[in-house]
Nanobody, 123 residues
């Protein structure tokens, strides 16, 4: 059983930056791909970015390419999402996830989820 704990959300103006962190514990998290999803009010949860279990490959949604960077610490049990040039449409609850499947550059069927952290971007 893997537990995920997100931190780093908050309120930022458009054009600003935030860094989200997700710490994994309670299991062999290094065997899992880790990534981020987000859910805006009234919308479905959507994939944002994922990094492979060995930290060598990463993928992100087209909507965040060139602005968001996902990384993993050398122990591979903490994943970060550096978000730059934030836009009001990035406002959402961001969820950390862990799983074993990346298909065509998308994180599919995560097995574990964090509680989420709110990111609000004001215009």
């Amino acid at each position: 059983q893997v537990q995920l704990a997100e931190s780093g959300g908050g309120l930022v103006q458009a054009g600003g930056s935030l860094r989200l962190s997700c710490a994994a514990s309670g299991g062999t998290s290094t065997n899992y791909h880790m990534g981020w999803f987000r859910q805006a009010a009234g919308k479905e949860r959507e994939f944002v970015a994922v990094i492979s279990s060995n930290g060598l490959s990463s993928y992100s949604a087209d909507s965040v390419k060139g602005r968001f960077v996902i990384s993993r610490d050398k122990n591979r049990d903490t994943v970060y999402l550096q978000m730059n040039n934030l836009k009001p449409e990035d406002t959402a609850v961001y969820f950390c996830a862990a799983g074993r499947s990346i298909v065509r550059g998308t994180f599919t069927a995560p097995e574990y989820w964090g509680q989420g952290t709110q990111v609000t971007v004001s215009s």
